[in-house]
């Protein structure tokens, strides 16, 4: 629970349904799983990303209001999120990378 926004019920949430972390390959494997890793959704030179809905569900919301929490008060992760902004980023770019 050294996370901001991240609570009890949260932890519980994480702790039981990724159970050991060693089972994925990589960083991207397991935002693939959560449904947090963007999806390409270009056309032509317009380069855009989109959320995919594939994944867990249950993990994604809980990353989603661990993410709101720390946008909402002062924190490191607000920080990171305005200097998205700042490069660029729309809101939810931002919010994704958060």
């Known amino acids: 629970m050294d996370i901001y926004g991240v609570g009890r019920a949260g932890a519980a949430r994480?702790?039981?349904?990724?159970g050991d972390g060693a089972r994925f390959a990589d960083r991207n494997r397991f935002a693939s799983w959560?449904?947090?890793?963007?999806?390409?959704?270009?056309?032509?030179?317009?380069?855009?990303?989109?959320?995919?809905?594939?994944?867990?569900?249950?993990?994604?919301?809980?990353?989603?209001?661990?993410?709101i929490v720390q946008i909402r008060h002062d924190t490191?992760?607000?920080?990171?999120?305005?200097?998205?902004l700042a490069a660029g980023k729309?809101?939810?770019?931002?919010?994704r990378c958060l």
Request: net charge positive.
């Open 34 to 67: 959560t449904g947090t890793a963007p999806l390409d959704a270009s056309s032509g030179e317009q380069i855009r990303h989109r959320l995919s809905r594939a994944g867990n569900r249950r993990m994604n919301h809980v990353l989603h209001v661990a993410a």
């Open 76 to 84: 490191e992760g607000r920080a990171y999120y305005r200097r998205k």
């Open 14 to 18: 994480v702790l039981a349904d990724v």
């Open 90 to 95: 729309t809101p939810m770019e931002a919010l």
